[in-house]
């Protein structure tokens, strides 16, 4: 609703800019502060002052009083604050709301016709996930979600490192040790198995004597240069090692969860030539310069003090090269690209926007999501010898601490009559991942975040937990309202039957007001990339449902028929709302807690 209201709102102001014969370059529209009961105002009498020769507030005076809400459906009423005009919603505003959060897909926009890729986490597959990393899966997939919800055709791509020294060094390590040579596993999973590999063979290239260590690397640049020159065996040497990796990483991942259409190798731009060619594109420009055999780009006209290399002295690709052919590629086969990026890739990005620039494309079509790191929370969480933590670690102490917080709010016949053991087990993994998501993907990527266990894990305050609560609130009611149906022989509630009008108290127009903000929260969360947006509407949603759980019982016995029933309707768009906001950001919506 929020979106035809500010429809009609732009046209009220822009007709009675017209009639008093007023600049209508901005109609200054913004949202009201929390104590203003309007949707939206304008502020454009500040602007217009200077050009009508009158304070703010007499223009505001004549603004308000050529606008006839009666000529609208969704703007009841007209009012005038200093220099402020508000618009007061109608009766139809709040009537529609409540009617369309009836769906259960409430908040889900229109297809839009337009392609995206959003590419994240892209972890090197060089072993567990890394929980300085947590970011980039937690924000990525909620891009897509959020995306996904807007309209768009998403697909979500992991961009896999299999051509650098890393992997070679990985795959010489992996055909070289034994399992005797080898510690035993941190857990039983494949990407913790093979990590042994990589961390002996970076041990052995750091303590054996120099012979040795030469031999080594003669090994290991070799199959870089055969990954370079297209051969065969060297992909496949590669590959034995990197597939198994991606297979426990993805495990990993998939308790976020975060899932991936593609898994897209840079090797694959070396052996269909896209990225030889690009290299070759580059050398014909003016901007090429060739430095004891290496290939730079001039990119000191772009602000860039330092100049990007795109070939090496022995003819070698580097990564940034690997990944222009594959943003060429992404712009062949999607009208959008979205990269979510660590805050020390932010120089190189901006230099591949550069260069995509340089060789014809229009890199306008590509944005970075920057984040900063998740410094390191304090717990149980094993912290090994040159390791750190693992995303694994996080989570289950989530889930650990989670369960007990779900114990201690549960009372002894609840837990043995209603809730099992596996229902707990269930709860607590929900909410517990569901802490870990919201207190990463609330906060604005480009600061920092020191995780909080009590912060992240409070059922009163800013966090998944207390959001998770209002909808099983939500799904309580609705149960005693079914329970109440069929013991009574009664029809269901049918929202075509109900009198909107019963919803009159504030705390009623408040959460109508919140339900009414979704679907445009949605679009703009989309269109800003911004996660953290959404969770801060599910918040919101979940302050305005609880005030009004308080102040407004809907199946008291002392509450009459039709307004319990349009409060029971007001309850499933609060359902629905909750529900689709928490799935947006990746968060479980549980039915009991």
Known sequence: MLHAFREEVASALAEAFAALELPEDDLGIEEPPEDVPAVLASSAAFRLAEAAGAPPPQIAGEVAAAIDPSEFTYVGEVRTQGPYVNFLPSEAYFADTLRAAQAEDFGHRPDKDESVVVEHTSANPTGPVHVGRARNPIVGDALVRILRMAGYDVDAHYYVNDAGRQVAVFTWAYETFDEADLPEPERDR????????????????????EDAVEAAEAEIQAIMQGLEAGDEAAFERVSEVVDQVLDGMQACLSRLPAEFEEFVKETRFIRDGSTQAVADRLMETELAYEDEGAWHVDLSDRGFEKDLVFLRSDGTSLYTTRDLAHHEWKFEHYDRAVTVLGEDHKLQASQLQAVLDILGNDSDRLTDVIYSYVNLPEGKMSTRAGTGVDLDDLLDEAIDRAREAVESRLDTRIRDDELSEADIERIAAQVG?????????SKQPTKPITFQWEDALDFEGQSAPYVQYAHARTCGIIEGADRRSRAQRERPVDVDEV???????????????????????VE????ELEPHAMATYARELADAFNVFYRECPVLAEDVPAERSRARLALVVGSRHALANALSAIGIAAPKSM
Do not use: C, H, W
Request: hydrophobic fraction near 35%; glycine fraction near 4%; avoid cysteine.
């Open 524 to 527: 703009t969360s989309a269109a």
């Open 190 to 209: 494949i990407e913790y198995e093979m990590v042994r590999y990589y961390r002996k063979g970076n041990e052995y290239l750091d303590t054996a004597d």
């Open 433 to 441: 991942i569901g802490a870990v998501r919201y207190d990463i993907v």
């Open 499 to 521: 009198d909107p009008s019963q919803l009159d108290s504030d705390p009623e127009r408040a959460l109508l007001r919140q339900l009414a903000r979704f679907p445009a929260s």
